[in-house]
């Protein structure tokens, strides 16, 4: 098992930047990638950026790309997600993610962090 905690987020202005990080704990050592998602209210839960754990290959949806920067510290077992440029159509409720097998859907998540942008 693996547990997820996420911490950061917030209300910022648009064009604005803001961090969200999510802590994992339990079977860390047997993480294939991590990821970040985000829901709109009234919306579908979307893919944000994927980052493998051992290797460090990222993936952007193209609506953040450029913008945002996923990042891990293997270290200290903690996903980041930099987000700049922020725009309105960013807010929403940020989860991260993991999975222990790349054929696997994403069956770890945290309880998921808010980010508001305001116009």
């Known amino acids: 098992q693996v547990q997820l905690a996420e911490s950061g987020g917030g209300l910022v202005q648009a064009g604005g930047s803001l961090s969200v990080s999510c802590v994992a704990s339990?079977?860390?050592?047997?993480?294939?990638?991590m990821a970040w998602f985000r829901q709109a209210p009234g919306k579908e839960r979307d893919f944000v950026a994927t980052?493998?754990?051992?290797?460090?290959?990222?993936y952007y949806a193209d609506s953040v790309k450029g913008r945002f920067t996923i990042s891990r510290d293997r270290a200290k077992n903690t996903l980041y997600l930099q987000m700049n440029s922020l725009k309105p159509e960013d807010t929403a409720a940020y989860y991260c993610?993991?999975?222990?097998?790349?054929?696997?859907?994403?069956?770890?998540w945290g309880q998921g962090i808010q980010v508001t942008v305001s116009s």
């Open positions: 980052v493998t754990w051992i290797g460090g290959t990222t």
């Open positions: 993610a993991a999975r222990l097998n790349a054929k696997n859907e994403y069956n770890y």
């Open positions: 339990g079977r860390t050592l047997s993480i294939y990638d």
